[in-house]
C-alpha cells in the first residue's frame, strides 16, 4: 500500500535527525578545535588526559556522520550508498577538515588541536574501515 502524505513526512523524521545530529557533531567539532588550550605551561593534567575523549568524540563524529550521509541520501530521493561509500565518503571529508585546520599557520593552538584530533581520527575509525 502506498503511504498517505502525513506518514511518509513521519518517515523522513528520524532521517532529518541524523543529518542534524551529525551537523552538530561538525559544529562541535569546530568549537572544541579553536578553545581547546594547547599551552605547554598551563593545565598539563587536562592536556595529558584529553586524548581518549578526542578518540571518543571521533568515534562518535564519524558514526553520526556516516548515517547522516545515508540518511539525506534517501531525503534528496538519491539511492542511498552502501556502507562502504558513506564511510569513504565520511572519513574522506573528515580528513580533509582536519588537515586544512592543520595547516593554519596563524593559529597554532587551532593546528595543535587538529592534529590531536587527526590522530584521534584514526585511532577512532574502525580498521576495516580504511
Known amino acids: 500500500p502506498a503511504l498517505s502524505r502525513d506518514s ?14 551529525a551537523q552538530a557533531y561538525r559544529r562541535g567539532l ?7 588550550s594547547s599551552r605547554e605551561d598551563a593545565d598539563w593534567l587536562a592536556r595529558s588526559t ?16 556516516v548515517l547522516a550521509e545515508q540518511a539525506q541520501a534517501a531525503l534528496d530521493n538519491r539511492d542511498e550508498p552502501d556502507e562502504r561509500q558513506a564511510v569513504d565518503s565520511v572519513a574522506e571529508a573528515l580528513t580533509k ?19 590531536v584530533a587527526l590522530a584521534a581520527a584514526a585511532l577512532a575509525i574502525p580498521p576495516s574501515n580504511y
Do not use: H
Not at 98 to 115: H, I, V
Open 8 to 21: 511518509a513526512k513521519l518517515v523522513q523524521v528520524p532521517k532529518r535527525y541524523f543529518v542534524l545530529k
Open 97 to 115: 577538515l582536519l588537515r586544512s585546520k592543520c595547516e593554519e599557520k596563524s593559529a597554532p593552538k587551532l593546528a595543535e588541536n587538529a592534529a
Open 50 to 65: 584529553a586524548p581518549p575523549a578526542w578518540v571518543n568524540f571521533m568515534r562518535e563524529y564519524f558514526e553520526a556522520g
Open 30 to 36: 569546530t568549537d572544541l578545535l579553536a578553545d581547546i
